[in-house]
């Protein structure tokens, strides 16, 4: 079983077009993330979440929300799409750093989903 | 926040054992250092976590020096399944997630 899964793997669309990832994590963790990780390999955190909070990088478009239907989903919404957009998109899990100890970092990454905006 | 500076590449042999440094020059008291590993078209994976002096799994070993403000990933014994981008990250254990920082990485080569 796949424990942190993503669709779709590619996605191509237009400019200033809206489109959903979607994310599901069958790991029974609390809290999970969506990086983006663009065409220099930089891979930046741009949320993370529970049921307690959302925490937002400060440097993430308006643009982009994240949508959690339960505990096990986080989906990550894009409205508007710009070229810049492009990159490759990962969405990650773990338990809840707030009480897990020194394994607070221990996050499992999804597969990805690459995002490519003509 | 503390930032972590590696190489950006290295180049060993099959057989070798690599051994990878991170500077974290203002790393604080309460952060632990980690290390992940990730594969082309894949996500990053955990590879191990210490706080201090050293730690050793089943894939790696870390060696952090007293002072903290560097440590060191070793593999022993690479094969070419090894070739990867290997990324160091300082955070706080209890603190936000916003803290969670990835460098640049270091894309080790394994070569036959």
């Known amino acids: 079983d796949t424990a942190v899964s993503q669709t779709p793997k590619y996605l191509v669309t237009q400019m200033g077009n809206d489109k959903s990832i979607k994310c599901e994590q069958n790991l029974g963790h609390d809290t999970m993330y969506w990086y983006k990780q663009d065409s220099k390999k930089f891979l930046k955190i741009m949320f993370s979440y529970n049921n307690k909070e959302l925490i937002i990088n400060e440097t993430v478009p308006n643009r982009f929300s994240p949508k959690s239907p339960d505990k096990a989903h986080l989906n990550l919404h894009i409205n508007s799409l710009e070229l810049g957009d492009s990159a490759v998109y990962f969405c990650a899990s773990s338990q809840d750093p707030q009480g897990a100890g020194a394994s607070v970092y221990e996050q499992y990454f999804g597969p990805g989903t690459r995002l490519t905006v003509t | 926040l503390a930032k972590t500076t590696q190489p950006i590449s290295m180049d060993s042999y099959e057989g070798q054992e690599v051994n990878i440094t991170c500077s974290h020059n203002n790393i604080a008291t309460n952060d632990y250092i980690t290390w992940y590993q990730q594969f082309p078209s894949q996500g990053p994976r955990f590879i191990i976590q210490?706080?201090?002096t050293k730690v050793t799994n089943e894939v790696a070993s870390l060696f952090i020096p007293a002072d903290r403000k560097s440590s060191t990933l070793s593999l022993p014994r690479v094969s070419l399944s090894d070739t990867a981008v290997y990324y160091c990250l300082v955070g706080d254990a209890g603190g936000a997630t916003n803290k969670l920082i990835f460098g640049t990485g270091t894309l080790l080569a394994v070569q036959p």
């Open positions: 210490g706080y201090k």
